[in-house]
């Protein structure tokens, strides 16, 4: 299992990115997506989730970036996204996409409980 997040950069507040996860060596469906973000300093937190199965199954959101971010799928491209809109000098950090077989994983929204990890990529939301 390979995956590979891309998307990131400078974006002014108020605006917004699309973060990307392709992934390899692995049947989408078959597995939870999720993403997290660590900032300077701090501990890597989890941003949005989406569970094992078809294009249309659950998502879970943090408090702080529901409303103005949007996880996404496509099992035919083997990939996943995260559409961040509105964006605030707080969502700046690293993101990380990860994927686990768990059917479970999402709903604990734990870094630990995913076995597989992209890269990261640099979100900076500045003027």
């Known amino acids: 299992v390979q995956l590979q997040a891309s998307g990131g950069g400078l974006v002014q507040p108020g605006g917004s990115l699309t973060l990307s996860c392709e992934g390899s060596g692995f049947t989408l469906e078959d597995y939870a997506i999720g993403w997290f973000r660590q900032a300077p300093g701090k501990e890597r937190e989890f941003v949005s989730c989406?569970?094992?199965?078809?294009?249309?199954?659950?998502?879970y959101y943090a408090d702080s970036v529901q409303g103005r971010f949007t996880i996404s799928r496509d099992s035919a491209k083997n990939s996943a996204s995260l559409q961040m809109n509105n964006l605030k000098p707080e969502d700046t950090a690293v993101y990380y996409c990860?994927?686990?077989?768990?059917?479970?994983?999402?709903?604990?929204?734990?870094?630990?409980?995913?076995?597989?990890w992209g890269q990261g990529t640099l979100v900076t939301v500045s003027s």
């Open positions: 990860a994927a686990d077989s768990k059917f479970w994983v999402c709903e604990t929204a734990d870094s630990q409980g995913f076995d597989y």
């Open positions: 989406s569970s094992r199965g078809t294009d249309d199954g659950n998502e």
